[in-house]
């Protein structure tokens, strides 16, 4: 896991390091996820709708099936930050 200190500002913004952001995608407008648990604070990149164009075409899932699913993934990966 990669990690860099940071500063808040006075009005509650971070500034992502340029390394992050490029390996990221992220750019001037990204949505991002965030998310606090026991502590810590998470965030993901939220992909463009144009990204996931198509995606879901032959999907056998509903969408909430499909969103428990992504919560239930996250919740693990983030178990090992913890």
């Known amino acids: 896991m990669e990690e860099e200190v940071i500063t808040m500002s006075t009005k509650g913004q971070i500034t992502i390091p340029g390394e992050f952001r490029e390996k ?7 949505k991002m996820v965030v998310l ?5 604070i998470f965030m993901r990149p939220i992909k463009r709708l144009t990204q996931l164009k198509g995606i879901l075409k032959e999907a056998e899932k ?3 099936e499909l969103i428990r699913e992504i919560r239930r993934e ?3 990966e983030l178990e090992g930050f913890i």
């Open 36 to 40: 606090i648990k026991e502590g810590w």
């Open 24 to 30: 990221l995608n992220l750019e001037k407008g990204s």
């Open 74 to 76: 996250w919740d693990k």
């Open 62 to 64: 509903s969408s909430k």
